[in-house]
């Protein structure tokens, strides 16, 4: 999936102003480097990332309720059917070489309502892998127009 620099600009100003200056351009390709660029200058951001401060976590006690075992069938059915969904692999539906584009075609599939996870592959030079749950490969790869 090849992104154009009307895709780049559109993706760009659709950011919020902290998304976009978190952005690595040397990371990017040579496409979107001038629509980042012009979209820093558009909204007059500096190029450096903004300083982030740590808030220290708050502390909670626990509580001492436990909530009993639910001792409906249906309703224990239902929990089974949501743990094997969070337990469910992950595969890949594309890979790309830019981060851009990869949060570009993930957008695309959280637009569609397909839940999609990035993963920085390419200290292995594999690029950035868009993935997804098993069951949900075929349909991202329509989403994002591969699975012609």
Partial sequence: MKFST????????EMPDEELRSLVREELSEVARPCYD??????????????????????????????PESEDPQEAAILADVEQEAE?????????????????????L?????????????TAGGGFRLLVAASYV?????ALGEGQ
């Fill in 6 to 13: 009307d895709d780049f600009k559109r993706l760009y100003a």
């Fill in 110 to 122: 959280q637009s569609a309502a397909i839940p999609a996870f990035l993963e920085d592959d390419t």
């Fill in 138 to 142: 075929e349909q991202a790869r329509e």
């Fill in 38 to 67: 012009a979209e820093l200058a558009r909204r007059r951001l500096p190029t450096t990332p903004p300083r982030r401060t740590i808030q220290p976590a708050a502390v909670v006690a626990p509580t001492e309720e436990i909530a």
């Fill in 88 to 108: 469910e692999d992950l595969s890949p539906a594309a890979i790309f070489t830019s981060r851009e584009e990869a949060k570009a075609a993930r957008a695309v």
